[in-house]
Nanobody, 119 residues
């Protein structure tokens, strides 16, 4: 079965950096666009970033450009999100999400990893 397992979350001070990982299995990883989506406390889901099958194209929520970098290592079936200059508003559960072919629809989600940005 498809599995997406996030890791790398934790507590970080404002201005700090953190890199999240998502280990994927149960499907041909390099056939699919992957995404990061987050949910802040008491808020709805917010799309963060996406990356195409090869990693050659990356997209970001506009407010996060320049601070967040999405990447993937297809040989390791792993998706990454590098987060720099973190702000308290970045506090959220971050989810790794698989995208269905050419639809923009999400078909599988990881369990999420908590990121807390606080002094």
């Amino acid at each position: 079965e498809v599995q997406l397992v996030e890791s790398g979350g934790g507590l970080v001070q404002p201005g700090g950096s953190l890199t999240l990982s998502c280990a994927a299995s149960g499907f041909t990883f390099d056939d699919y666009t992957m995404n990061w989506v987050r949910q802040a406390p008491g808020k709805g889901l917010e799309w963060v970033s996406g990356i195409n099958w090869s990693g050659s194209r990356q997209t970001y929520e506009e407010s996060l450009k320049g601070r967040f970098t999405i990447s993937r290592d297809n040989a390791k079936n792993t998706l990454y999100l590098q987060m720099n200059s973190l702000k308290p508003d970045d506090t959220a559960v971050y989810y790794c999400v698989k995208e269905l072919h050419h639809t923009g629809e999400y078909d599988y989600w990881g369990q999420g990893t908590q990121v807390t940005v606080s002094s």
